[in-house]
């Protein structure tokens, strides 16, 4: 079975985005995530700025290529403590909703934020509130990718909101849409405490939301210090095996897109995800 493997264009440190897909394309890859204010550096992509014109002319570069822009990357903090921060995020994301069609995609992405301005670890992100606080801009997001027809991906963090399988499914309860769909990255979801059991972790996103998994992130991680620590793909423990054997059944041809991952471990990583993937 074919596997789409593909990476995060921002993850291709190269100022041209035509220089980037040329990478991309000559590496193998199938397809990218798009964050346009990190890989258009040159080009303005501030609230306000898009157009169909603009998302077409994008387009354009990855289809020449035969690369898939499989989701739109506008990560921000969806509960900022700002009202104004977070006003300006949640319009920022609605317009690349409006426009995620005319780039060829149909999701657009993000995390669940941080009680802080600063994305830094707090255990108050655990608490009630803040989740609740998530799924108010959650749910107002979906209602306008529901008017588009497409698609929000929420991914999970253990140090976000959501941050657990579990919370991860109460999120998909309490907004009963299917424009709202789970962007996983298994290595999120581990934390200290419950590394020795991942494959239990791996098992439980699956059980609860894998039927509405349309995206999947690969990274790896270590132990340092007494904390998880990311590392690019085939350098630490995560399961590949569990995570694959689980994919090739109930996610045939899911796109699996690197992070963490850049130049000098990329290729190396291709081949750690194709023989991981080929043996499963």
Known sequence: ??????????????????????????????????????????????????????AQCIRRIFDKKDIQIAVIGCYFNIIHPD???????????KEHL?????????????????????????????????FLEAVKSVKELVEEAEKFGVIVGIE?????????????????????????????????FISIDNYHNQEAVIQEAFDLFGDRMVIVHAKDFI??????????VGQGLLNYDTL???????????????ESTQEPYIDGSIAYLLNKYASA
Not at 83 to 93: A, I, S, Y
Not at 106 to 122: F, H, K, P
Not at 223 to 232: F, L, N
Not at 244 to 258: E, H, Q, R, S, T
């Open 1 to 54: 079975m074919t596997v789409n493997i593909g990476i995060r264009a921002h993850d291709i440190e190269d100022p041209s985005i035509e220089n980037v897909v040329n990478i991309v394309a000559n590496k193998g890859f199938s397809a990218v995530q798009l964050a346009l204010n990190k890989s258009l550096k040159d080009i303005n992509s501030e609230l306000g700025s898009l157009s169909p014109g603009f």
């Open 223 to 232: 132990i340092e210090d007494e904390q998880i620590k990311m590392v690019p």
């Open 244 to 258: 694959f054997n689980l994919l090739k059944k109930k996610k045939p041809y899911i796109n699996i897109l690197m």
């Open 98 to 130: 409006r426009f995620a069609r005319d780039f060829g995609c149909s999701i657009v992405a993000t995390e669940t934020g941080n009680v802080q301005a600063e994305i830094v670890y707090t255990e108050k992100n655990f608490t009630e509130q803040p």
């Open 156 to 188: 999970g963090g253990i140090s976000h909101p959501i941050h657990t399988p579990g919370r991860m499914k109460r999120l998909l309860d309490l907004i009963p849409s299917n424009n709202l769909q789970v962007v996983y990255d298994p290595a999120n």
């Open 83 to 93: 009202h104004k921060e977070r006003r300006k995020g949640m319009d920022r994301f």
